[in-house]
Every structure is written in structure tokens, then in C-alpha cells.
């Protein structure tokens, strides 16, 4: 188990774009990216014309919409505003 000293020296991040990314972050871009190779290089062609186009734009959305997401996500600040009260009224004194 960690101590408090050995956490406060640790740098606390703001967001998941902070240097070294986690590695379920990593693991995560992966598996995405492996599913929009395996989409388009492997399931697009077994369709006929038509429907590949629909089934490629479809799935093109739907993964673009998981990678806009998890942009958002990774920005996000998951620190409690009652950290930020904490800190402030310390700060006041």
C-alpha cells in the first residue's frame, strides 16, 4: 500500500492526454483501430455494391462516433468539484 508521501509526490493529471497514457488507453486506440481494419478490409467485401456501400458509411459513423467519444472522455476532468472546494478554501486561509 502506498503512502502519503509517496502520493503527493506522485503528478496528478487533469486529463487521460497527460505523457505516459495508460495502458488500457493504448489497449483501447488497438482494439479500435483493429476493428476498423477488420470492417473495411475483411467484412466490406462480402457484401454486393449497393449494400457495401451502406454497411461501410454505417459502420464508418458508428466507429467515428466511438473515437469522438472517447476523445471527449479522455479530455474530460474526473477530479470531484469538492477537490477543487478543498483546495480553494485551504487556499483562503
Not at 6 to 33: D, T
Not at 75 to 85: C, E, G, I, L, R
Amino acid at each position: 500500500m502506498r503512502t502519503y508521501p509517496e502520493l503527493e509526490r506522485k503528478r496528478v493529471k487533469k486529463n487521460g492526454f497527460y505523457w505516459p497514457p495508460h495502458l488500457l488507453q493504448v489497449a483501447a486506440y488497438l482494439v479500435l483501430g483493429y476493428q476498423l481494419l477488420v470492417t473495411y478490409l475483411c467484412m466490406g467485401p462480402v457484401f454486393g455494391p449497393e449494400t457495401r456501400i451502406h454497411f461501410m458509411v454505417i459502420c464508418g459513423l458508428f466507429q467515428g462516433a466511438v473515437a469522438v467519444l472517447g476523445f471527449f472522455t479522455t479530455k474530460s476532468d474526473p477530479t470531484d468539484p469538492a477537490v477543487y472546494a478543498h483546495r480553494k478554501a485551504i487556499a483562503l486561509r
